[in-house]
């Protein structure tokens, strides 16, 4: 299993992926528009910098339209050779996956609500299928048993897919991603509480 911190912030990136458990780095928009980017491509270049070559950056693209979703993964792409493109699984990402795969561009399906959803991202050509395990809790969504049957399907049908569970809130989801096999996507603040439990603190203080 693989664990990569979820970040775009070259401080902390620089501080985790000095740890021999950390494959790489994943982005969003999201974490980029919070730290007020100037100039996306460049920062995305400054995070790719720190890694070593078995790490990797995972990279959104974005597009309102599939048009605009290609032509931003392909400049990713261009940018980054190395780096796997992330795309929602929506009615965009699903029309330009074909076309991404058919250019052996390693692909993250995110956003992913169902095993339905997740299986047919697989079908589709991601190599990671990415559920957001936290707002599908939100949203009265039994996240687990999503995870479980994707897992079971990818191994049913041999599918080179795998499960990058992301929106991870506690230690405890994060431990019960990686009972049932999965990849992992970690914020900063979590991977901390995983590796220095309050009761530990008190104890070695």
Not at 36 to 42: A, G, H, P, Q, S
Request: a negative charge; proline letters at 5%; hydrophobic letters at 45%.
């Amino acid at each position: 299993m693989t664990i990569y911190v979820d970040t775009a912030n070259p401080k902390e990136a620089e501080q985790w992926v000095k740890h021999p458990f950390i494959a790489g780095i994943t982005t969003n928009p999201l974490l980029l528009a919070e730290l007020k980017i100037t100039d996306r491509f460049e920062h995305l270049q400054q995070l790719s910098s720190l890694l070593t070559k078995e790490q990797k950056l995972m990279v959104q693209a974005v597009g309102s339209t599939p048009d605009e979703l290609l032509e931003d993964a392909r400049t990713l792409h261009e940018m980054l050779p190395q780096a796997v493109i992330k795309i929602p699984a929506d009615a965009n990402g699903f029309s330009i996956a074909p076309t991404l795969v058919h250019d052996n561009i390693e692909l993250t399906f995110t956003a992913v609500f169902s095993a339905a959803q997740g299986i047919l991202a697989a079908f589709a050509g991601g190599h990671f299928i990415a559920p957001y395990i936290g707002r599908m809790t939100d949203s009265k969504i039994d996240a687990w048993a999503h995870v479980e049957d994707m897992l079971d399907a990818f191994s049913a049908h041999e599918l080179d897919a795998h499960v990058l569970a992301a929106s991870l809130r506690t230690p405890e989801d994060v431990a019960q991603a990686f009972a049932l096999g999965c990849h992992v996507t970690i914020k900063p603040s979590i991977l901390k509480e995983c590796l220095a439990p309050k009761q530990t603190q008190e104890m070695v203080n």
